[in-house]
């Protein structure tokens, strides 16, 4: 929880891709998430005003995703979207993702 809210899409794609990895089959993996919205928006105005004094401390700051975004990058990581998860434009995001009992190990050979 409030580590991939600071991630920008690209980060977001290599640590899913690991926890793919991870999960064991039928395995689940909730992460937070947040867009530009409603909720947000008073955190985002702070942030701006001190990237504004401080740019080099941007990893610190948030990360605004949009939801179709975030369930790309699921996708593309090769896990499913539970219907649990919650994506929203207004804000703070649940995602709720999980690994496919179908799953198979790659097995690299040597």
């Not at 920008?8 to 039928?26: E, G, T």
Request: proline share 5%; charged share 20%; hydrophobic share 40%.
């Amino acid at each position: 929880m409030h580590v991939f809210i600071h991630f920008n899409a690209y980060d977001i794609l290599n640590y899913l891709v690991s926890v793919k990895r991870l999960l064991k089959p039928n395995g689940i993996f909730y992460f937070d998430a947040c867009s530009l919205g409603e909720q947000t928006m008073p955190v985002f105005r702070e942030h701006a005003q001190m990237y504004g004094s401080n740019p080099e401390n941007i990893r610190g700051f948030l990360n605004y995703n949009h939801p179709d975004t975030i369930g790309k990058l699921v996708k593309e990581a090769g896990l499913q979207l539970s219907s649990e998860s919650q994506l929203s434009d207004k804000g703070w995001m649940k995602v709720v993702t999980s690994k496919s009992a179908a799953a198979k190990l790659r097995v690299v050979p040597r």
